[in-house]
Every structure is written in structure tokens, then in C-alpha cells.
């Protein structure tokens, strides 16, 4: 299943002005750098991770993309270099001395996707991925597919894409990442009548107020999974129509 960054960051540059030095479109240059470097994050996660031009493979997302291979496991990235109109504009509006923090969040966002679909597509950890109040022991993997990109359950893994990406503003930039954090989340907000499922500014806010924490024992990936969870909006929490798995045929 492959999943793309276009909601994530289209259009944030109206959310603030152009710098007087902004940055030109990124190289595939950078965007690999990017890839490689956060790679090293997901190294503690014993995940493999595979950098592929998405021109040549003929994936059309703009900027980064991923994708979680099921036979074997590693999670396949695509870097795009062709401009794309939203992402344009936000890159005009960014310092070219925050161009390589930009992208490397990005590619935090993208595979933690990879991530969360390692634990239910591979090892079927549905009480990490789903939730609470959704009927975990009727989902199967069949099951998740067919809700993954429902509402709740979409927003739900947005979610923990960019908790990941304010945790490692803070670890990379700690004198600044509220800075980058509240841009997101304002960036996320302002684009929720458009789309609704990827507003995660409910967390993020939540996340931001309580100085995101990441304990000393964990992975910036494994708090993600905990703080997700511990500051869920009510109405992810118990949704009043939570879209439901099939039963498990006994």
C-alpha cells in the first residue's frame, strides 16, 4: 500500500511569507539524502528501507511516498523531483537553511506509515494500530484494509505521522521546534474543510502543550505509538460510527 505526503504539506506556504533567500525546488539529491538519513532512525526498528526514483517506477505522488512491500518487508520509498503546484509554493516560502529539516520530517511522516504497517499487515498488532473503542479482536489484516483509509481510522494514522515529525523537531532542533510544530499544526487546520481526515491538530496541539515528551527509553517511533494514544481527541477515542471489520467467520 503506498501512501503520499501531498495533503501533509500542500500549501503551506500561504501560511506564512517568503523568505527574502527562499529555497529552489528540492534535487533528487536532497530527497535521497533525506531518506538515507532518517533511515538511520528506522534501523533500531529492524526495518529495511529501499530509495526508489518514482519516475522510473511510474508512481505519480509528488515529493516522497511509501510503501510497504508485504513479501519481504522492506518499506520502499519514492522521491519525485517533478514540481508539483502547493509544493512549489511552500518551498518559496522556506529559508534554504531549513530546506534539509523540512524534507528529513517528511521522511519521518512517510515511514512511520511504513511502520504502522509493518505491526498490522505483518505482525497483525492490531492493538497498536486501531483505535480504542474499535472492535480490535474482529479486525483480521483483510479487515483493516478495508477501513485504514475510512474517516477516523485515516486520521487516526495521520496522526501518528506527525506526532513522529514533531518529536524529531524537538530532538533536532530543540530551541526551535515549537516553531516547526505549530506550523504543521496550523498548517493542518487550515486545510481541514479540504481535507478533513488528515487534520491532526487536535494532537498535535495537545502534543505541542505538553512539551512532547519522549521518554529516554524509547524510540522516537515508539512514543509516537504512546502519545498518539495518550492524547486522542474524544471522538477518535469512541467515534460514534466506527467503521467495523467483519466478523471473524468461527
Known amino acids: 500500500m503506498t501512501r503520499g505526503l501531498w495533503p501533509w504539506i500542500a500549501v503551506m506556504g500561504m501560511l506564512c511569507c517568503s523568505p527574502a533567500f527562499a529555497a529552489p525546488y528540492p534535487t533528487a539529491d536532497q530527497l535521497r539524502k ?6 538511520a532512525h528506522v534501523k533500531s526498528e529492524k526495518l529495511e528501507v529501499e530509495i526508489l526514483d518514482a519516475q522510473k517506477e511510474g508512481v505519480t505522488r509528488p515529493m516522497m511516498s511509501t510503501g510497504l512491500s508485504l513479501g519481504d518487508g522492506v ?12 509544493l512549489v509554493q511552500f518551498f518559496d516560502s522556506v529559508s534554504a537553511q531549513d530546506v ?31 483505535p480504542p473503542g474499535f472492535s480490535r479482536e474482529l479486525l483480521t489484516v483483510q479487515g483493516y484494509m478495508s477501513v485504514v483509509h475510512v474517516g477516523a481510522m485515516e486520521t487516526w494514522g495521520e ?26 499544526a496550523a498548517m493542518r487546520s487550515g486545510l481541514a474543510a479540504k481535507w478533513p481526515e488528515h487534520d491532526t491538530s487536535p494532537w498535535l496541539r495537545k502534543v505541542i502543550a505538553a512539551g512532547a515528551v519522549k521518554p529516554a527509553n524509547q524510540s522516537l517511533f ?23 471489520a467483519p466478523a471473524v467467520a468461527r
Open 34 to 39: 533525506a531518506i538515507a538519513d532518517i533511515a
Open 75 to 86: 518499506c520502499v520509498v519514492y522521491y519525485n523531483t517533478k514540481p508539483e503546484d502547493g
Open 159 to 184: 496522526a501518528l505521522a506527525d506526532i513522529a515529525s514533531v518529536l524529531y523537531f524537538k530532538q533536532v532542533v530543540p530551541d526551535r521546534w515549537k516553531e516547526f510544530a505549530n506550523r504543521l
Open 100 to 130: 534539509p529539516l523540512w524534507l528529513n520530517s517528511i521522511a519521518v511522516h512517510e515511514l512511520t506509515h511504513c511502520i504502522e504497517q509493518r505491526e498490522a499487515y505483518i505482525r497483525g498488532r492490531f492493538d497498536a494500530v486501531v
Open 222 to 244: 515508539e512514543a509516537a505509538f504512546q502519545l498518539r494514544r495518550e492524547f486522542a481527541p474524544s471522538d477518535i477515542v469512541a467515534p460514534a460510527s466506527a467503521p467495523r
